[in-house]
């Protein structure tokens, strides 16, 4: 699985530690930047399961940071997945 979110990182060094911190927290998932895309794009991959994209808005947001789920579909609901298990 893999989830695209839109964030308000724009260094490096920010990128680096946030890294560090989602790898560190979840050491299943593969986590990169794209500093240089207009949405400064963050792009998580799991390849065991679903990925927890709360925890990754966590993450950034204990920094400081924001991240918001991309998606291509304009009725996205990424509660959806949840909604299904209930």
Known sequence: MVEVFK?????HYH?????AAIHSA???YTANFDLNDCD?????ECKAGY???SSVITVLKDFGFTAKILSDDKDYDPFEKLRRWI
Not at 40 to 44: C, Q
Request: hydrophobic share 50%.
């Open 15 to 19: 990128a680096r530690l946030l890294l």
């Open 51 to 53: 990925i927890l994209a």
């Open 26 to 28: 979840h050491n299943d």
């Open 40 to 44: 400064k794009v963050l792009r998580v």
């Open 7 to 11: 964030t308000n990182v724009t260094d």
